[in-house]
């Protein structure tokens, strides 16, 4: 039996092996990390997400994440909070990814591990790689990436702030960008942030003095970060990734991309680790029916383009400091607001369902 190779053994390819393997496909998944590794992600698993780790036979309630039920959006001295429509859970990607890798391992898959791919392969099924493209099957982005940098850290909280901040996920938006706070499991907390390249520069271009300004000009971000002790020597970093990207199809597709590959929503969503466990489901779907990558990324294609739109367009009035003040205000005058643009950025729910049965 020729065995089915997986580029990349994060959420998507971990996701794909254990569900080809159990289908009883020999699978090869080639992942670059040595070991457990953290990754650029706000670490937030929703509904959809959890429905498809379950169906993998996991249980993510069971790996110690922390629930988070509400939301809470801040600009300067301003907030909006409300009910999530789904309980979702913080983990983070060190455990979730590994937990993935080593059931996908239980299930007979080959994982090989401290294995590099830099360029295309014609040997490669499933291309999984995440925002790292490979030479000869990069993305294209309809539109040029803006020059936008991320940067995540873990953080032990003071217990004021952790009680505070306990079931809920939070956006603080300001000029230049925005940052998301939650927990995770083991009363860690997860700070992403997205700042705009020119203003990183202004400030010192390092971490520590864009840190320090942010906790300057935000009173609420001062008060979260009181006497917060970091768990990583130096935050991970990333810089231009193609929000609103998705994979058009062609019949010269020789492999289904999944995950960030096949498309990227704006992070502040926290819908991106579904939509990568979908693609990984719906591309298996479409391999054992004998069906195209081409078909795979058209029906993709057909379930993320709205959500992604709507996400997009939010992201774009996010940032801007009139639709900031614009979107925060309408926020505090409905609340309901909230629930709804949660529920309008993520997969469909008829979608992710249909991928239980063969099309």
């Known amino acids: ?29 080639l992942e670059r990390s040595q070991g457990p590794t953290d990754k650029i992600c706000g670490d937030f698993l929703s509904a959809e ?19 988070i039920s509400r939301v809470r959006v801040i600009r300067g001295q301003r907030q909006a909070e409300s009910r999530l429509p789904f ?3 913080g983990l983070s990607r060190r455990v979730l990814d590994e937990a993935l890798l080593r059931h996908a391992e239980a299930s007979g898959a080959e994982i090989r591990r401290g294995v590099t791919i830099a360029r295309h392969d014609p040997g490669i099924h499933f291309l999984a790689t995440g925002k790292h493209d490979l030479r000869g099957a990069a993305r294209k982005p309809r539109t040029e990436p803006e020059d936008l940098v991320g940067f ?5 909280l003071s217990v004021e702030a952790q009680r505070d ?26 700070l992403c942030l997205l700042i705009r390249r020119d203003h990183l520069a202004s400030v010192g271009g390092t971490w520590p003095a864009l840190l320090a ?62 939509m990568a466990l979908h693609s990984a489901a719906l591309a298996v779907q479409h391999h054992l029916a004998g069906q195209s990558p081409a078909a795979y990324h058209r029906r993709l294609a057909a379930d993320v ?21 614009l979107l925060i205000r309408a926020l505090q005058a409905w609340p309901g607001l909230l629930h709804r643009t949660a529920a309008a950025t993520r997969v469909p729910q008829p979608a992710w369902l249909r991928t239980q049965v063969q099309e």
């Open 87 to 89: 309980t979702a859970i």
């Open 305 to 325: 383009t709205r959500p992604i739109s709507r996400a997009t367009t939010l992201y774009r009035l996010g940032r801007t400091p009139f639709g900031q003040a």
């Open 165 to 190: 901040l306990a079931g809920t996920v939070e956006i603080i938006l300001f000029a230049q960008g925005y940052a998301g706070l939650q927990l995770v499991e083991g009363e860690t907390a997860n």
């Open 213 to 274: 300004a942010l906790i300057a000009e935000q009173p609420h971000l001062r008060a979260r970060l009181h006497n917060a002790q970091s768990l990583l020597p130096r935050p991970l970093s990333i810089a231009r990734v193609p929000y609103g990207f998705i994979h058009t199809p062609t019949d010269q597709d020789t492999m289904f991309r999944l995950g960030d590959q096949a498309c990227v929503i704006p992070s502040f969503t926290g819908d991106g680790m579904s």
């Open 1 to 29: 039996m020729t065995a089915l190779v997986i580029a990349g053994g994060g959420l998507a390819g971990a996701a794909a092996a254990c569900e080809l393997a159990q289908s009883g496909r020999r699978v090869v998944v």
């Open 152 to 156: 995540k850290l873990y953080l032990r």
């Open 49 to 67: 997400a959890q429905h498809y780790v379950r169906r993998l036979g996991l249980d993510p309630h069971g790996m110690g994440g922390h629930s």
